[in-house]
């Protein structure tokens, strides 16, 4: 089903402050998580047994640079390559960022779907950080080589996850949402670049789906950080020394920010 039939939109934003509140000053963060500041020319030498890991200060810097070793690799391959290397990778990460801790919830592969005039439609999620009123939708390529523009390079897939998890959500009667506004959030994984996305869904857009495809005055618009520019165009990428301290600020802001609600 065609995202636009939808009236679904996507919009860059330029600002990660308007995808997310700021950390507080005082926030600390787990620099192990910084992997020593490798830049993707160590990472791809971070093999067991090499100077580069023999330098990290702890099992959590190696293991870290091993899995994103993998995944480099990985990208580099032009057939033969494995989507299992990136679940790996984006597994560890998270846990290490307590994303499977309670009062948050990870859960794998989770089924969500969404009804246009009593025809279902379902999206099967990666795997999703869920904490009762909110949701992050997690979606992972393991190539870019695998996207293609008639796909819109995984963002169709992406707008049929949240609109399937926004509508789980708001039809579901044990929900703390049920019938309300949703506001969803979902990342988008290629090897080890990331997209963030926000997207907020009235109540009226979702009753309007009973009769069909929504009316031109009821739109969904996503927006996406880092914007889809040249520099930019699939994400921050988290081997690059200067790019993975922005994405673990935003990883940050997203747990902080399902904390608290």
Avoid: W
């Avoid at 950080?129 to 390079?153: F, G, Q």
């Avoid at 950080?225 to 301290?245: E, L, Q, S, V």
């Amino acid at each position: 089903m065609h995202r636009e039939a939808l009236n679904i939109y996507y919009k860059n934003v330029y600002s990660e402050n308007e995808i997310l509140d700021p950390l507080p000053e005082d926030y600390k963060i787990n620099n192990d998580l910084l992997v020593g500041n490798l830049t993707n020319e160590d990472l791809m030498s971070a093999v067991s047994g090499s100077y580069i890991l023999e330098k990290l200060n702890n099992r959590t810097e190696r293991n870290l640079a091993k899995y994103l070793n993998d995944v480099i690799i990985n990208d580099r391959l032009a057939t033969g390559t494995r989507e299992t290397f990136t679940d790996t990778f984006v597994n560890y990460l998270f846990k290490k960022l307590e994303f499977d801790e309670e009062p948050l919830l990870m859960r794998l592969q989770p089924d969500f779907s969404f009804t246009v005039s009593e025809k279902d439609i379902s999206a099967k999620v990666e795997f999703s950080i869920v904490k009762e009123k909110v949701i992050l939708c997690i979606d992972e390529d393991k190539h870019i080589r695998s996207l293609r523009a008639k796909t819109e390079y995984g963002e169709s897939q992406i707008s049929a996850e949240i609109l399937a998890c926004a509508f789980t959500n708001f039809n579901n009667a044990d929900s703390l949402t049920f019938r309300m506004d949703q506001t969803i959030y979902a990342m988008r994984v290629i090897g080890t670049r990331f997209t963030f996305y926000k997207a907020f869904l009235s109540s009226d857009y979702f009753e309007s789906l009973k009769h069909g495809f929504p009316p031109e005055n009821l739109t969904t618009t996503i927006f996406r950080f880092p914007p889809n520019d040249k520099a930019t165009f699939y994400g921050y990428n988290y081997a690059d020394k200067d790019h993975r301290c922005l994405i673990l600020d935003l990883l940050f802001r997203l747990k902080e920010y399902m904390l608290k609600v």
